[in-house]
């Protein structure tokens, strides 16, 4: 892959070059199936894991470990992947990160044992973090500024579309040929995007690129991520007052201050700290991660709502939650086109307030809401995030140097994946919380038989995710008792929930007060190209 170095006109924009090569449009094209692959396995997997762990005989830590690997691959190594891109391509850091997902999913669907599935899940990840920057910073270098917006609101359409699919794709195949074919579908995805890439593609490089590594701060940004990560996915378990889950969480502060030391020391840094003197920039950072909060950590609860309080399968839940990814689809490139022409300030204010009065809707929905209320939610909450994606995406890329795009898009995808986390990990504190307090007196109230100490724990746990606690055997009026208590204690959880996400979301629509219009999106269509 190495070619000569020229450099494009200033006066000849991306747009305008002849030929299919570095067209802006077929670029967009080409790197969407490739996110669509990586996105589209987000949400796919989770379908196929009970088949998985019946048919390799996996223990429940196990199957979630098929989760957590790919999770934490992916969180650690998202930015030092997009400086790769900034340092030898993004074209080469797209195609190698398309040819080694598809192969892990290929090595996916022939494992034999969960272990294997395990590790190729985390190799997935790794190859994943290289796939998402690469496709931020093609785009940005492609696109001329007055277009970037758009380009990224059918990225974000894209990714809602994916989204969405994986749920129904999923469960189709698992039910009808088998919980393999769910990787070996990304097989031939992956080639056809490969072969796009290698056709269409043109790699941009800035002349002042970087050119050495930060290894050091590599290995400290890693370290620090992993404890981050691994303290919010454990605290559910451990419990956030648990001498392990602190342990790690002060390692990943004393991680990123020693980080954030060095980088300040070293000549040519993994992320220049400079970066962030850039108040749009900061703000579109921690917009990202406030409105991962809110959107990944209030969805969580909602499958467990759809599936295990009104009995829907994994199918079904995913149709009705089409009203969400169907306005996220539907309203990406509106975004786009909307943020282009007035600025992302107010479109992304309006989207977190969209945002914010949705959790509070939903945090009212009770066992019994029927599906036009929920629908009505569901759009409004889609519709919230459409402007949040696109912009806060344009935010933070389109206010970094083009030398760093790469590192831009990493931040972006790692803001991303840690306010999921700490989303997630929040409101399942909160949900065990509420649950744990009312539980017992809901129980009592309904005049059902009294439960030992470890009996109530252990239906407690299951009430947390919607399930009932109704043992085998009993009179089908108090089935329906145990039934109505466990539902009811979880939607007030869930509420609870849905509660804090929306004070979150009102939080995240101050911070997008700051931010602005992307200062150096301009660059992208004088780079230089390969």
Partial sequence: MTSQITLAKESEPAAT???????????LF?????????????????????AIQQDLGATLAEVQWITNGYLLALAVSLITAGKLGDRFGHRQTFLIGIAGFALSSAAIGLSTGVELVIGFRVAQGLFGALLMPAALGLLRATFPAEKLNMAIGIWGMVIGASTAAGPIVGGLLVEHVSWQSVFFINVPVGIVALLFGLFILVDHRAANAPRSFDLL??????????????ALIKAAEWGWSDSRTLLFLAGSVLGFFLFALWETKVSEPLIPLGMFRSLPLSAGTVLMVLMAFAFMGGLFFVTFYLQNVHGMSPV??????LPLTGMMIIGSPLAGAAITKIGPRVPLVAGMVATAAACFGMARLTPDTGTLTMSLWFALLGLGL???????????VGNAPLELSGVAGGLQQAAMQVGGSLGTAVLGAVMAGTVGNSFGDNWRAAQLPPLTPEQSELAEKGVQVGIAPVPQGIPAEIAQKITDVAHETFVDGMGTAFTVAGVV???????????????NAAQGAGAAHI
């Fill in 217 to 230: 701060g590599i290995l400290l940004l890693s370290a620090s991520m992993f404890s981050l990560v691994w």
């Fill in 505 to 519: 979301a009102v939080l995240a629509a101050v911070v997008a007060c700051f931010t602005k219009r992307g200062e």
């Fill in 386 to 396: 459409a402007p949040v994606m696109v912009g806060a995406t344009e935010v933070i």
């Fill in 30 to 50: 080409a790197v969407a199936i490739g996110v669509m692959m990586v996105t589209l396995d987000g949400t796919i997997v989770a379908v196929a894991n009970p």
């Fill in 17 to 27: 070059r002849p030929g299919l090569r570095g067209h802006p449009w077929l670029t």
């Fill in 316 to 321: 079904d839940s995913g149709l009705h939650l």
